[in-house]
């Protein structure tokens, strides 16, 4: 079992242009893996020790199926890790509490490609600010004032369009003051002050939900019954559409890789309803485990990353 933790840094100095790998096995793996960051990433702040991979500084990280054995592996050298993820459940735990409002430390998958380009990782999502834009799933996009689940499955803006886009599927907690009991510090039902358990179940059709669990307390956080956003007729919870289902299947059937990132904003109001008093902006801290049903089991700790210039560090 790997553990992965969170912890404040100041981002500063100059981006290094090495590729870095580390390993860092995911459940149902064969051990051979790990994670690979981008070439901008803060190289020399990065640990692997005793199955912790830490990462200080702007940073995104993709599953990879194997750790090359080159001194100085390129793009061409690495191949993303697909998880089967159809029928089977993607469990991991996270300890929020020091990832403040104002800052986004997310889990998800993309469609990207099988394998890295010669010299680019050919990341992409649903936004397409770096590539094609590809379709998004959003297991975690969290602090410790509210959290976000959300799926992307096609281009295209505003609410009520009859389908997954741009701006999402979505179910949320914490963001306001109705379900603030919910999720948040010291919240009655998830308090982010501890640690707490995501898992997210996949069907045979495509579809999936998010629980979270801490001890006795559950939420079933994405119901695919009743989500919001974009697909949601006159702004009531509403089923994921049937086509949107479908287009998550076919993603997941090729098999889907990992992202782990976090970062900040000056306004991250669409997570976590805006920063106060109660909830400042700070620098953040974070512990998560993986473990996939029918392999074996893995805990990042990630000192996240953030947009250059952010106040922010990821470890995994």
């Not at 640990?47 to 080159?70: C, D, F, H, M, W």
């Not at 986004?104 to 999502?125: E, I, K, Q, T």
């Not at 999402?168 to 948040?184: E, I, M, P, R, W």
Request: proline share 7%; hydrophobic share 40%.
């Amino acid at each position: 079992m790997s553990r992965v933790l969170l912890a404040p840094t100041l981002a500063v100095g100059a981006w290094s242009p090495t590729l870095t790998a580390w390993s860092l096995p995911i459940g149902g793996s064969s051990g051979a893996g790990g994670f690979v960051g981008e070439a901008w990433g803060k190289v020399g702040n990065v640990q692997a020790l005793r199955e912790r991979l830490t990462v200080r500084g702007n940073n995104r990280l993709y599953a990879v199926a194997e750790i090359p054995s080159k001194e100085r592996p390129k793009w061409s050298d690495f191949s993303y890790l697909r998880l089967p993820l159809l029928n089977r459940r993607l469990a991991f735990e996270v300890d929020l509490s020091a990832v403040g409002c104002g800052c986004n430390a997310a889990v998800y998958l993309v469609a990207m490609p099988p394998r890295p380009g010669a010299d680019a990782s050919m990341y992409c999502d649903i936004q397409g600010y770096d590539a094609e834009p590809c379709l998004e799933i959003d297991l975690l996009e969290a602090n410790t004032k509210a959290v976000q689940a959300a799926l992307h499955t096609t281009v295209g803006r505003g609410g009520r369009a009859g389908s997954c886009n741009q701006d999402g599927c979505v179910a949320n907690a914490g963001n306001t003051a109705a379900s603030a009991g919910l999720y948040g510090l010291h919240a009655p039902r998830i308090d982010t002050a501890r640690p707490f358990t995501v898992s997210a179940t996949f069907d045979e059709g495509g579809a999936f939900d998010v629980t979270l669990v801490q001890q006795q307390a559950s939420l079933l956080f994405f119901d695919p019954a009743a989500v919001n956003g974009s697909a949601s007729p006159d702004g009531f919870p509403a089923p994921v559409p049937a086509t949107d289902r479908a287009r998550t299947r076919a993603a997941l059937s090729g098999g889907m890789t990992l992202v782990v990132s976090l970062w900040s904003a000056d306004d991250l109001s669409w997570l976590d309803g805006g920063c106060d008093a109660a909830h400042p902006r700070r620098a953040v801290e974070t512990a998560e485990t993986f473990e996939e049903e029918g392999g074996g089991e893995e805990e990042l700790e990630a000192d996240a990353p953030a947009p250059p210039n952010a106040l922010q560090s990821w470890t995994i």
